[in-house]
């Protein structure tokens, strides 16, 4: 899995084509001059981005990147700016990005160093660690647990590299089983197939809230990782393009609007089949939020 996260990376920082190249450090040029904005999606992400029956993208980073979009619509003084959304997977994401087929990928994508190396992330939108769910009859607490089981994870994520780490460090022989999606890992979660699915305890948290049988499902207590940052994702060298992108959170994240926000998408029913999350504002990200600020880590 660690060559097949290494190609990925490579794939990364395979030369550009000329007309990928012309997309890097001008994309509100391009904005004004299309008068169209692309946003990245994922199919199946909420609360942070998903696709409803009738196909209309929804979620909370699709809410902050409309209000982005019209931030740029006037400060590009445009009459009218097109919204086009464009799907994503943890495998692709970057790569859409850096290939000028997405200006802002607006989901749960984690912020790191390697990361940065390739794309630009905005100030930090959500926090979270890196969990495991397993079926309640297994009875699987911690990591200890998973030893010798088959454990999955979707590849392209920091989640399924810490899973290999944690591996490797304590010696628990868990055969890892990398898929393409979310959706796919959880699934051999709940065929049996894998013992347990590392991922993002929101994430997770959401999967089985939106499943068949909400109550099969355990969310681990012990974490693969401290709290680290979402963020919306861009191409690199484009500071006015990550300025109007800061300065639009900074004024949603200080203002009354991320109340309301946080609440429509972390507290209250959502669509389409009313899952609610129940999850308050952590101390944390509510001091990320008061003073909003570039992630280093």
């Known amino acids: 899995m660690r060559i097949a996260v290494y190609c990925l990376f490579l794939t990364c920082f395979a030369p550009l084509t000329p007309l990928q ?3 890097e450090g001008d994309t509100l040029q391009q904005i004004a001059r299309t008068a169209k904005i692309r946003i990245g999606y ?3 992400e909420p609360p942070f981005s998903y696709q409803l029956p009738n196909g209309e993208v929804t979620g909370f980073s699709t809410d902050l990147c409309r209000t982005i979009s019209e931030d740029i619509r006037k400060s590009l003084k445009l009459d009218k700016l097109d919204v086009e959304y464009v799907k994503a997977t943890p495998a692709t994401r970057f790569i859409l990005v850096r290939g000028g087929q997405i200006d802002i990928e607006c989901a749960a994508t984690t912020n790191n160093s ?5 794309v630009d992330f905005s100030y930090p939108n959500f926090m979270t660690a890196t969990q495991f769910l397993s079926r309640k009859q297994d009875n699987l607490k911690s990591l200890a647990d998973l030893a010798g089981r088959s454990v999955t994870s979707a590849s392209g994520t920091v989640n399924i590299e810490q899973l290999n780490a944690v591996n490797r460090e304590k010696n628990l022989n868990i055969s890892v089983m990398p898929t393409k999606t979310n959706e796919e890992a959880f699934a051999l979660v709940v065929s049996g197939k894998a013992s347990a699915f590392v991922m993002d305890g929101i994430l997770l948290a959401a999967l089985a809230a939106t499943s068949e049988n909400p109550d099969l499902y355990a969310l681990s207590e ?3 990782s401290a709290p680290e940052p979402y963020g919306l994702v861009f191409r690199r060298d484009d500071p006015a393009f990550k300025a109007v992108v800061n300065d639009s959170l900074k004024r949603i994240f200080t203002g ?5 926000l946080y609440e429509k998408w972390f507290t209250r029913p959502i669509p389409p089949n009313g899952m609610n999350l129940n999850l308050p504002m952590a101390a944390a990200l509510r001091q990320a939020y008061e003073q909003p600020k570039e992630y280093r880590d």
């Open 256 to 260: 009354p609007a991320i109340h309301d």
């Open 42 to 44: 994922r199919e199946a």
């Open 114 to 118: 390697d990361r940065r190396r390739i």
């Open 21 to 23: 190249a012309a997309g």
């Open 222 to 224: 012990e974490t693969l």
